[in-house]
Structures are given as structure tokens and as C-alpha cells.
């Protein structure tokens, strides 16, 4: 019987460590700029906010303005544009990439997932997948990989 209650209250703390752990992330704030005519930026910002931010999506006719403002070249270049924490981030970069550009905070201007690859996070199409490149770019066009995923088809 000692056994059952000790596994019992080990059960318990286990999942009150959990819940706390969960409720311990602090949300992160994005703000979001997309097209009106895109389904797939609205996917995307739905992939944010399953894992812990909180978006300001601001739905814009001119969001090339916002790209040229920050540098986004063609070669970078997808189809919505967001901000955070100083950080700019272009195209289907998974949530994840995000999180490991705040936590390691290099000297970038930010992040890129170029044009728009099958299976990034908001351009799902079953079980396809194009391998990409999320890649970090500075303020004098230099890129480098940040991640590198492979494709599945």
C-alpha cells in the first residue's frame, strides 16, 4: 500500500512539474505583416501561436515597403515579413528556428526561409517535404545556414 502512495505523489509531482514548467514560458510577442490574398501567412501565424507567441498580425497591401526597410533581398525573399525582438523574420521560418535565434542572439539582422518551400510550417501538403535552408543574414547581405532540413517525399 506505502508502494501505491509513494507512486501516486511521484505521478503527481511529475505532472505538476510539467504544468508549471509549461506555465513558466513566457509568450513571446511577434508582429506579423502579410498580404490579404495569402492562405498560407495565415497558417503560418496559427504555427506561431501553437507554440507560445503572441502575434500582432497586421494584414497589409504593401508589405514590400516593410521588406525594403529591412534588406530583404529577391534571394531572401518570401511572402510575409515579421519582428521580433528586433529580429527580422522572412518567410515559413519554423517556430523552433525562432526561439533559437532569441536564445542565442547573434549579431543578425534575422532570418530567413527563402521563396516558399513545400513543408515549411503554413505551406503543408500532406506528407511532402522540400529540403531548405533557414538561413541568418546581415545588414550587408552576408547569409549563413541556420538550419538545414531535409526533404521527405
Not at 513566457?26 to 506561431?48: A, F, M, N
Request: charged letters at 20%; a neutral charge.
Amino acid at each position: 500500500m506505502k508502494i501505491i502512495k509513494l507512486l501516486v505523489a511521484v505521478s503527481l509531482l511529475a505532472v505538476n512539474v510539467q504544468i508549471s514548467a509549461k506555465a513558466a514560458a513566457k509568450p513571446t510577442d511577434i508582429v506579423v505583416y502579410r498580404s490579404p490574398s495569402c492562405t498560407c501567412c495565415g497558417k503560418w501565424v496559427e504555427h506561431l501561436k501553437q507554440n507560445n507567441f503572441v502575434v500582432q498580425d497586421n494584414v497589409t497591401d504593401d508589405v514590400q515597403t516593410l521588406k525594403n526597410k529591412h534588406g530583404i533581398t529577391p534571394e531572401l525573399a518570401s511572402c510575409h515579413t515579421a519582428i521580433v525582438d528586433g529580429y527580422v523574420i522572412e518567410g515559413h521560418v519554423p517556430a523552433e528556428d525562432i526561439v533559437a535565434l532569441l536564445k542565442t542572439k547573434p549579431h543578425v539582422v534575422g532570418l530567413s526561409a527563402p521563396g516558399m518551400p513545400v513543408g515549411t510550417p503554413g505551406m503543408e501538403m500532406g506528407g511532402k517535404k522540400d529540403a531548405y535552408d533557414v538561413v541568418s543574414f546581415d545588414n550587408k547581405q552576408h547569409t549563413e545556414v541556420f538550419t538545414h532540413y531535409k526533404g521527405e517525399q
